[in-house]
Each structure stands twice: as C-alpha cells, then as structure tokens.
C-alpha cells in the first residue's frame, strides 16, 4: 500500500522523549508536574523531522534523548529500535539569559499562585508565556536546517531544557 501524506506527516514526529537523569541535579514538585506535562503534551502531539536522518531515508517516529554535554545541548534521535541515528549538539550560550528570566518568571509564578490575586497571576503568567515564546523561536532558529518542526514542539522541547539546567 502506499504511503499518504497523513502517513508521512504522522511518521515524522516523536515517540519518546528521555531526559538525561545524570544532567538533572535537583527538581522541586512544581518542576516535576511542568516536565511530566511537557513530555506528555509534546508525545501527544508535535512535528519532528531531523533533516540529516529523514534525507538518508530514516522515517519516524522517533526516539529523543535530551542531555546537556560539554554546555551544549545533546539531542540524541534514535529509531523506535533504539537505533541511533544522529546526534546533535546545539550551544547553549544564546539560552542562558532566557532560561535565567523563565526560571525567575517561573519562581514568582509559583510563589503567586500560593497568595496572589487572579489579575496577579495571569500578569505574571502572560510575562512568562513572552519568555518562553521568545525562548521557542530562539529554539527554531538554532534548529533551523537540522529539525524542520513547530512552534508548539519547539515551546516544550524549551520546557525540558530548562528542566536539564535546574541546579537546586
């Protein structure tokens, strides 16, 4: 039978994701929820196309492994075989001031849903939602000609990095 479009749209996506645990030094229960939340939304639904993988015939979906090594972050993309494909590696310098003011923004998020008022909260979580919508499209530039995929992809695969840099 041949393939459709849908058939081909469905396959370029991700399956699994893993964050490296030896990269992860510390989590709070608020963090815990936001990763658990993040990698469920993204397996339910999400675009991913390594470019390098998908040109030398390897379809999805995909297997991803997120790692921080050498301060750049290690995507690792393997076959539902557990099969590598590739790796990449993507520099972190540009991230570091976006994941400082999300973890900041988030700190006061957290902290206002404990004591604030409704406008209160949605203020802060409107300044949150700015950073970390900048932070994605920071994302899909850096993986521009690597991952062909989409905003909502890239605005929690973000989640999951700064996940990676919680240093307790």
């Avoid at 030094?25 to 929820?33: K, P």
Wanted: overall charge negative; aromatic content about 8%; charged content about 30%.
């Amino acid at each position: 039978m041949a393939s459709t479009p849908s058939d081909s749209a469905n396959s370029f996506r991700i399956a699994h994701i893993a964050l490296d645990e030896e990269t992860i030094l510390w989590r709070n229960a608020d963090v815990e929820q936001e990763r658990r939340v993040a990698i469920y939304d993204l397996i339910e639904e999400n675009t991913f196309k390594p470019v390098r993988s998908a040109e030398r015939g390897a379809n999805g979906p995909y297997r991803l492994q997120l790692a921080v090594r050498d301060g750049r972050l290690a995507m690792d993309i393997s076959d539902t075989s557990e099969q590598l494909l590739e790796t990449l590696l993507i520099g972190l310098a540009r991230f570091r001031r976006p994941i400082r003011e999300y973890f900041a923004i988030c700190d006061s998020y957290y902290q206002a849903i404990r004591k604030a008022t409704p406008a209160e909260i949605e203020t802060i979580d409107m300044a949150r939602r700015g950073i970390h919508n900048n932070a994605a499209e920071l994302l899909l530039e850096r993986l521009d000609g690597k991952v062909e995929t989409d905003f909502a992809t890239a605005r929690r695969l973000f989640t999951l990095i700064c996940v990676l840099h919680i240093k307790g």
